[in-house]
């Protein structure tokens, strides 16, 4: 897929943080802050890296994606939404007994590859799907978005040592390394620094970028694998709540119930956040 520019990618993603933050006024609330920290990886992918066509979801040479933190489903949601997977105003089903948009990524949704949610199974998943397309000889990525806190499961590593032994270099994993899970920061439950250093100790190609700049995401995942026969992670420092300035970097807004006047204020604040970016454009 052909570069997007970064503005583009900008509008995509305030787009989507509203679509979030309306998900978030359902009577169950919703996962606010991990789903916002992944804003601009998930717009990045699906608008300038994926292989992929939103009419025909199911395309046997398409991407993958894996969305292994599971808990970020409304992220996953609104970008598939805002990408023309479906209908945005099926979001307004979400959390609806019955309804196909559950609090873990549902797979009867188009777009969504797998159910997730139980931590730590995404990039063994990820590998699965890299052998097979390998065995298959298609030349399909498989990119795998994990939590930071996530790398607290030994399941996470024991796929990470085999992808290597394997040489997977089509597999990509993204870390939304916002630093917060739902404990508090996720150095005070296991360190994970140095993570680069950790993930290259076992045979992977590690980069670190800002994971709110389009523009560095495009190079990073577009790019890779940037090793022949070395899979590829790209640990992409983020903001827990990026966009919402009230509890960006707050362990509390891991999930929200933003009812009535919280919500109003939620999206002004990103109102004037797109028309601050329209007068500067």
């Known amino acids: 897929m052909p570069a997007t520019d970064t503005r583009t990618l900008e509008e995509h993603a305030l787009r989507v943080r509203e679509l979030i933050v309306e998900m978030c006024g359902n009577p169950e609330g919703g996962h606010l802050g991990g789903s916002m920290s992944l804003v601009e990886t998930l717009v990045t992918l699906y608008h300038s890296v994926l292989r992929i066509d939103p009419q025909h979801p199911d395309a046997p040479d398409r991407d993958l994606l894996v969305l292994s933190k599971g808990h970020g489903a409304i992220g996953l949601y609104a970008a598939l939404a805002e990408r023309g997977f479906f209908p945005e105003e099926e979001l307004t089903g979400y959390g609806v007994p019955d309804g196909m948009l559950t609090a873990h990524p549902n797979p009867a949704v188009p777009g969504v590859e797998m159910p997730t949610g139980s ?3 995404g990039l063994p998943l990820g590998v699965g799907f890299a052998l097979d397309a390998r065995l298959a000889g298609s030349d399909r990525r498989c990119f795998v978005l994990l939590g930071d806190g996530e790398l607290q499961e030994g399941s996470v590593w024991e796929a990470a040592m085999a992808a290597a032994s394997h040489r997977l270099d ?7 390394r916002n630093g917060l899970q739902i404990t508090g920061p996720t150095e005070n439950t296991a360190g994970l620094e140095p993570l680069a250093e950790r993930w290259r100790s076992f045979g992977w190609t590690a980069i670190e970028v800002d994971g709110h700049d389009p523009a560095r995401l495009q190079t990073a995942l577009g790019g890779a694998p940037q090793v022949a026969g070395r899979p590829t992670v ?3 420092r983020t903001v827990k709540g990026k966009g919402l300035p009230h509890v960006e970097g707050q362990a509390r807004s891991h999930y929200a119930r933003l009812a009535g006047r919280q919500q109003k204020r939620a999206l002004a ?13």
């Open 119 to 121: 931590l730590g199974h």
């Open 170 to 176: 089509r597999l990509v994993a993204v870390v939304d």
């Open 234 to 236: 790209v640990i992409a």
């Open 269 to 281: 604040v990103l109102a004037a956040q797109r028309k601050k970016t329209e007068t500067v454009a």
